[in-house]
C-alpha cells in the first residue's frame, strides 16, 4: 500500500468512526430526552388537569395561557404575550439562528361540554358551561412538554437553531392562528410541527376541510304582534326566510360541503315584533375556492331574506380558515418517530371506563379497544370534514401534525364523551405518545437539514408559483367577543 492511499485508509476510518460516535450520541441524546419527558408525566398531568378544569372557551383563555407561559418561562425560554392584537395568544423562543422550528399548542374549550372526568355517564360539572371537548387541554400540554424536551437536548447537544411555542388561542371558530400568520408569526419559521387529541394514533398528511364562519344580523321594525303586526317588520322572519333557502341550497352544492347554523337571536317576547334577530352560520369545503362561491350564495340569500321581509341586514365574518395542506414528506418522518413511541394500553379500570363510553354513543363504534396500542398504518388523500386554523399555518409553512388516541376509540371529538377522556388517564397516556413522537421528529429537523428542503420542495410543488396567501379575514381585528 503506498503512502497517500495508507492516509486516505486512515482518514476514513476515523470519520467512519466519528460519525458512528456521533450517531450513538444522538441516539443516546434522544433515549435521555424521552426519559425526561417520562420523568415529568405527572407535572403535564397536572397542567393538563389544570387547564382542563380552567375550561376557558375562545380568546377568554386568560389563565390556561397564563400557566402555559410560566411553565416555558420557568423552563428557560423567553416568552412574548399578547401577540397579533389578542391578548392570550404568546410565542415562547429559546435558542437563535437557522433553521427556526415551531411547535403550536392550543388551549381553548368548547361552550355546553362540561362534563365529570373519567366517568361514562353525562353528568355536567356544572350546567351549560364550558368543557374540553376537543382536548385542547392535552394538546397546549403534550406541545408543551415537547417543547421543553427539545429545548434542553438543543442546549446540551450544541446543535444551533431557534425554537418555538406558539400559543394559539380560540382554535374552535376563532380563527386565532389566522391572524398569527397575518402578523408575520411564521414569517422566518422553516417547519411546524404539532398534534391533535383523537381516538387512534396515527401520522397520515390529512387534510381538513376549508371554514367560513359569519354572524348574519337582520334589523326589523318592533311593533304589537297582535295590534299592529302590520306596522312590524320581523327579523326573525328574515333569519327564518334566510334559513330556508340555504336549506334548500343544500341540493345544490359539491356533497361534500357542509353548512349549520343556530339562531342566536330570535326576539324577546311572541308578542313583539323582533326589531333584532341574529343567525350564527358555518360553512365548510374540502376546497377553499369552491367555498369562497358557497359562501357567497349563502350571503346573497341573506341579502334576499331581508328584501324579502323589509329588514337590514349586516354581516359580521367571524372566522376563516384554509383546508390543511399536508406534507406527506414531514408525515413520513413523524410516521417513523410515532411508531418508534408506539401506542399504549389501558388499566383493567380504563378498560371498563372505555367500554362504558363507548355505550353511550349513537352508533357502534367502528374502531375496538385496544385500537390505541398499535399505531395505524399511513393513508394519503385523507380528508377530514372537520376544520382547523392550522391550515392557514400549513399554507405559510410546511407543517406536520399527528393524531393521539387521548379518546376511547369511537369516541369522537366535541362530545362530552372526549371531555370526559381529555380529564382522565387515557387522555394522559395519547398526550404522551404524542409529546414524545413530536419531540423526537423536531429533533430530526434540527439534526438534519435535508428534512426541510425535501418538505419545502413538496410544499412549494404543491402550493403552486402562483399562490398567494390571502385570507377573508385581511383587515378584520381578531373577534375576540365571538364567544360572548
Ligand atoms: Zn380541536
Aim: proline share 5%; charged share 20%.
Amino acid at each position: 500500500m503506498n503512502r497517500s492511499r495508507y492516509i486516505g485508509l486512515l482518514l476514513m476510518l476515523v470519520w467512519t468512526s466519528t460519525a458512528t460516535a456521533q450517531r450513538a450520541a444522538d441516539t443516546d441524546d434522544r433515549a435521555t430526552m424521552l426519559q425526561r419527558i417520562d420523568a415529568r408525566r405527572d407535572s403535564y398531568a397536572t397542567v393538563a388537569k389544570q387547564i382542563w378544569g380552567f375550561a376557558e372557551v375562545g380568546y377568554q383563555e386568560e389563565k390556561s395561557s397564563a400557566l402555559l407561559q410560566q411553565q416555558l418561562r420557568a423552563a428557560g425560554f423567553q416568552v412574548k404575550a399578547g401577540v397579533a392584537d389578542i391578548p392570550t395568544a404568546f410565542v415562547a423562543t429559546f435558542g437563535s439562528g437557522k433553521p427556526v422550528i415551531g411547535i403550536v399548542g392550543e388551549f381553548d374549550a368548547l361552550p355546553g361540554l362540561s362534563q365529570e372526568a373519567q366517568t361514562a355517564a353525562r353528568h355536567a360539572i356544572e350546567d351549560n358551561a364550558a368543557g374540553h371537548g376537543c382536548g385542547h387541554n392535552l394538546l397546549g400540554t403534550g406541545a408543551l412538554a415537547a417543547a421543553v424536551a427539545v429545548k434542553e437536548w438543543l442546549a446540551s447537544s450544541g446543535h444551533a437553531g431557534t425554537l418555538r411555542y406558539y400559543g394559539t388561542p380560540a382554535e374552535e371558530g376563532g380563527s386565532g392562528k389566522v391572524y398569527m400568520v397575518r402578523a408575520g408569526l411564521f414569517g422566518d419559521v422553516d417547519a411546524v410541527v404539532s398534534w391533535h387529541p383523537g381516538d387512534r394514533n396515527e401520522a397520515s398528511p390529512t387534510s381538513s376541510t376549508a371554514n367560513i364562519t359569519g354572524k348574519f344580523r337582520f334589523r326589523g321594525v318592533a311593533a304589537h304582534a297582535a295590534a299592529a303586526p302590520d306596522r312590524g317588520r320581523s327579523a326573525l322572519d328574515a333569519v327564518e326566510a334566510m334559513d330556508y333557502m340555504v336549506n334548500m341550497m343544500r341540493e345544490h352544492v359539491p356533497q361534500e360541503t357542509r353548512i349549520h347554523y343556530i339562531i342566536t337571536r330570535g326576539g324577546a317576547a311572541p308578542n313583539v315584533v323582533p326589531d333584532f334577530a341574529e343567525a350564527y352560520y358555518y360553512a365548510r369545503q374540502p376546497n377553499m375556492r369552491i367555498l369562497d362561491g358557497v359562501w357567497e350564495r349563502i350571503v346573497n340569500a341573506a341579502n334576499g331574506a331581508a328584501l324579502g321581509t323589509g329588514t337590514k341586514m349586516e354581516l359580521e365574518v367571524t372566522g376563516a380558515v384554509y383546508n390543511v395542506l399536508p406534507n406527506e414528506y414531514l408525515s413520513g418522518v413523524m410516521n417513523r418517530n410515532l411508531e418508534r413511541i408506539g401506542g399504549f394500553s389501558y388499566t383493567p379500570e380504563e378498560a371498563k371506563f372505555a367500554e362504558e363510553i363507548r355505550k353511550t354513543l349513537t352508533d357502534p363504534p367502528d374502531v375496538a379497544i385496544g385500537s390505541q396500542e398499535a399505531v395505524r398504518p399511513l393513508r394519503t388523500g385523507a380528508v377530514n370534514s372537520s376544520s382547523t386554523d392550522l391550515a392557514d399555518v400549513s399554507w405559510t409553512v410546511p407543517t406536520v401534525s399527528m393524531t393521539a388516541a387521548t379518546f376511547a376509540p369511537g369516541v369522537p371529538a366535541h362530545s362530552w364523551q372526549a371531555t370526559a377522556c381529555a380529564g382522565g388517564t387515557i387522555g394522559v397516556k395519547g398526550m404522551m405518545v404524542a409529546a414524545k413522537s413530536m419531540a423526537l421528529t423536531t429533533v430530526d429537523l434540527f439534526t438534519d437539514p435535508a428534512h426541510i428542503q425535501k418538505a419545502k420542495a413538496e410544499f412549494d410543488q404543491k402550493r403552486g408559483p402562483n399562490f398567494k396567501y390571502t385570507t377573508r379575514l385581511a383587515d378584520r381585528k381578531p373577534a375576540l367577543d365571538y364567544r360572548k
